[in-house]
């Protein structure tokens, strides 16, 4: 798993930070575009974007009066990953517990104990 | 675990249901027998040269799985409940190459009987993470609103882009 994965998380642990990047998905916009559709002063919106670009899921343009943001997408596809991995190992850990419980029972049967009318 | 280290973070939840045609008893027991554990534990042709569970509340886990190529992942956790033969509740957390933990998951898995078979409902929720971004989310009280799987979908067609 990667290191920064938790960074990634953090980052996104939060409504208002997962609505910004869902706005820059449609393309980028500044700091003030952003800050429009809260109810929520500029520097708290800043704040939101230096959690977001420490964990480097958007970048700002260094236009001193612009500075867009935009997202970049490799964090979230760790966290993809992450979930579709988690889900895999249960699904597979799953899967070996259902063949580890036939054998158990099949062996059961064989020597005589377990099920009542084995063969 | 260092969980001084580790803060709340999440509501979402990854929930796995399953019937496995084997009694209750028999299921119960494949998860508290450190033997049958490692029998079963990880991916498709994982090992886990280490297994060893406590099955009481407050027991240990630390399991060390390893993959085909040799690689080792060791994970540890605590029983917060073990109620034969209908339910086990255990946190557990991954571990990073130093040894500490990354995130801690809150796992509950719940048996009943449904004719025979054996009905089994996971439910795994991260409750804390490793912040290295602590300092920058201090006060973060919001829950996840989605889940981790619509998390998921949004961000995969994000990560087309």
């Given at each position: 798993m990667p290191d920064h994965l938790s960074t990634t998380l953090a980052a996104l642990a939060d409504p208002t930070r997962r609505a910004i990047l869902a706005r820059l998905s449609a393309g980028q916009a500044t700091v003030t575009e952003l800050a429009?559709?809260?109810?929520?002063s500029m520097p708290a919106v800043s704040r939101h974007l230096k959690v977001l670009e420490h964990a480097g899921l958007i970048t700002r343009g260094r236009e001193a009066q612009w500075r867009p943001c935009r997202i970049t997408a490799a964090p979230l596809k760790d966290v993809a990953d992450w979930v579709a991995h988690y889900r895999k190992f249960w699904m597979d850990s799953f899967d070996r517990l259902d063949d580890y419980l036939r054998d158990v029972q099949k062996k059961g049967k064989k020597h005589g104990h377990g099920k009542p009318h084995g063969k | 675990m260092a969980t001084g280290n580790l803060m709340a973070s999440s509501e979402q939840e990854l929930v796995l249901t399953r019937v496995f045609d084997a009694p209750r008893k028999l299921v119960f027991k494949a998860w508290t027998d450190p033997k049958c554990v490692a029998v079963w534990w990880?991916?498709?042709r994982f090992t886990n040269p280490v297994c060893e569970l406590?099955?009481?509340?407050?027991g240990a886990i630390r399991i060390h799985m390893r993959d085909p190529t040799g690689i080792v992942y060791p994970m540890t956790g605590i029983f917060q409940e073990v109620i034969e033969p209908e339910r086990i509740v255990f946190t557990s957390a991954a571990l990073d190459d130093k040894g500490n933990p990354m995130f801690e998951v809150l796992t509950t898995v719940t048996f009943s009987e449904q004719g025979g078979k054996t009905k089994q409902i996971m439910r795994a929720r991260v409750i804390k993470m490793t912040p290295q971004a602590a300092p920058y989310i201090a006060g973060m009280e919001q829950g996840w609103t989605e889940s981790l799987e619509r998390l998921a979908a949004f961000v995969a067609t994000q990560a087309k882009e």
């Amino acid at each position: 798993m990667p290191d920064h994965l938790s960074t990634t998380l953090a980052a996104l642990a939060d409504p208002t930070r997962r609505a910004i990047l869902a706005r820059l998905s449609a393309g980028q916009a500044t700091v003030t575009e952003l800050a429009a559709p809260f109810s929520m002063s500029m520097p708290a919106v800043s704040r939101h974007l230096k959690v977001l670009e420490h964990a480097g899921l958007i970048t700002r343009g260094r236009e001193a009066q612009w500075r867009p943001c935009r997202i970049t997408a490799a964090p979230l596809k760790d966290v993809a990953d992450w979930v579709a991995h988690y889900r895999k190992f249960w699904m597979d850990s799953f899967d070996r517990l259902d063949d580890y419980l036939r054998d158990v029972q099949k062996k059961g049967k064989k020597h005589g104990h377990g099920k009542p009318h084995g063969k | 675990m260092a969980t001084g280290n580790l803060m709340a973070s999440s509501e979402q939840e990854l929930v796995l249901t399953r019937v496995f045609d084997a009694p209750r008893k028999l299921v119960f027991k494949a998860w508290t027998d450190p033997k049958c554990v490692a029998v079963w534990w990880g991916p498709h042709r994982f090992t886990n040269p280490v297994c060893e569970l406590d099955a009481r509340p407050g027991g240990a886990i630390r399991i060390h799985m390893r993959d085909p190529t040799g690689i080792v992942y060791p994970m540890t956790g605590i029983f917060q409940e073990v109620i034969e033969p209908e339910r086990i509740v255990f946190t557990s957390a991954a571990l990073d190459d130093k040894g500490n933990p990354m995130f801690e998951v809150l796992t509950t898995v719940t048996f009943s009987e449904q004719g025979g078979k054996t009905k089994q409902i996971m439910r795994a929720r991260v409750i804390k993470m490793t912040p290295q971004a602590a300092p920058y989310i201090a006060g973060m009280e919001q829950g996840w609103t989605e889940s981790l799987e619509r998390l998921a979908a949004f961000v995969a067609t994000q990560a087309k882009e």
